[in-house]
């Protein structure tokens, strides 16, 4: 409808974020990053060759290509490689379930240092080498989707709202806008807080300090 909020002003963020989440990783996303960048800077250059097309989309490739380095931080993968940049929480000792463990295995047990080390921003890389490796990180990722999509879900309510405010429907705004948003907000809003909840409480139990 005329006049209606415009959903691409909010798309030309939350598409290339969205995008980094899935594509989360420090090298490619960095390849795509330098990409971008290039295309900004020569865009006058490029006028009139084949790479015309491409530069019509140069901002949206900068920003999926930050966002991408980004949550590749957030990851810890550098070309699906985990990067040591602050130490870690864990330290590498002999098989706590084996004390009769040959020196040149190379079966360890990554101790915990203490309850109170928290790796400073992403993944501890310790657990790439964990048995759980794959779990912990796809549990994380879903999360991470499920909290960011409930977020967006709202911010499309959110404007309906707005659409019904500017345009004075009352019934819009109390039939369709406040059920909406308090089903969204109650039910997967307070499972996002729960997630958030969980993120922030501290077991403190002997098996929490393995990886």
Not at 78 to 86: K, L, R, S
Not at 120 to 148: C, E, F, H, T
Not at 165 to 184: A, K
């Amino acid at each position: 409808m005329y006049k209606e909020v415009n959903p691409a002003i909010f798309a030309c963020v939350t598409f290339p974020f969205l995008f980094g989440v899935m594509f989360g990783d420090m090298g490619h996303g960095s390849l795509l990053l330098l990409f971008g960048a290039l295309l900004c800077i020569f865009n006058s250059r490029l006028k009139g060759s084949a790479m015309e097309g491409v530069c019509q989309i140069r901002y949206l490739l900068l920003l999926m290509g930050f966002f991408g380095t980004y949550n590749g931080f957030i990851y810890n993968e550098f070309f699906a490689i985990p990067i040591d940049f602050f130490g870690s929480c864990y330290t590498k000792e002999a098989d706590y379930f084996n004390k009769t463990l040959d020196p040149h295995s190379k079966e360890y047990t990554y101790l915990r240092t203490s309850f109170d080390c928290v790796y400073p921003m992403g993944m501890d890389p310790r657990w790439a080498q964990s048995d759980q490796q794959l779990s912990y990180s796809n549990n994380l990722k879903m999360k991470i989707a499920v909290i960011l999509g409930i977020l967006q879900m709202s911010l499309g309510i959110c404007m309906k709202g707005f659409n019904a405010i500017h345009f004075r429907s009352t019934i819009d705004f109390c039939f369709e806008f406040i059920p909406q948003i308090l089903l969204i907000l109650c039910l997967f809003g307070w499972m996002d807080i729960l997630i958030i909840a969980k993120w922030l409480y501290t077991v403190n139990t002997d098996d929490a300090a393995y990886a």
